[in-house]
């Protein structure tokens, strides 16, 4: 029983996409299903699960080893298969607060790598941690540009609509792990994290 409700939304808000990813990749697979073996399940992707995860898993590998397919419906099964695994490991686990924070780190690191993709590719490779501390520093000179108390013009961000968006979305994982690692600081022994 978790006690405290930030900890829950922020389980609650992950539990919620992943589903909803699942059930995507569930229907594209089952429409890849029927195109191939003519035969549809027909079934509620999301009682199926919610109640049936394994077994949803089952049934995936079981087609994926007993029909035939081309390149692409093969990664179509695959990424069903990816998808189903990710749900069952946060959605079945014991300790879902470690499995959520985990989810965290690896969304804040496939976000930083996008971003330095595409800082990299304007001849810098900047990670999102220096990116917000530039545009924290912007933001504080303009603050006091507008207040009159520094001279100069007022600065822009050298990064783009989507590139602020990446940043702002990172310090938003920033918060939700601090809000983690505060309740697990809070509600767990020393041997407990040493587990988590």
Do not use: H
Not at 37 to 65: A, Q
Request: net charge negative.
């Amino acid at each position: 029983m978790i006690n405290d409700k930030r900890v829950s939304e922020i389980i609650n808000e992950i539990l919620k996409k992943e589903m909803n990813i699942t059930i995507e990749k569930i229907t594209q697979f089952e429409k890849l299903n029927k195109e191939i073996t003519g035969t549809n399940l027909e079934m509620d992707y999301k009682n199926m699960i919610l109640l049936y995860p394994t077994i949803l898993l089952e049934y995936v590998d079981n087609i994926e080893k007993n029909i035939t397919y081309n390149e692409e419906q093969g990664n179509i099964i695959k990424e069903a298969q990816k998808q189903l695994e990710k749900w069952i490991c946060i959605y079945e686990s014991t300790n879902i607060v470690s499995e959520c924070y985990e989810y965290l780190i690896q969304e804040k690191n496939k976000l930083d790598n996008d971003f330095k993709e595409r800082t990299r590719n304007k001849g810098l490779e900047e990670s999102l941690l220096l990116a917000s501390a530039k545009i924290g520093g912007i933001t504080l000179r303009n603050l006091q540009r507008e207040n009159n108390n520094l001279d100069g013009n007022i600065e822009e961000y050298p990064y783009t609509k989507e590139e602020l968006e990446m940043i702002d979305k990172f310090g938003e994982i920033t918060k939700k792990q601090e809000i983690i690692e505060e309740y697990v600081e809070l509600n767990y022994t020393e041997e407990d994290e040493e587990e988590i």
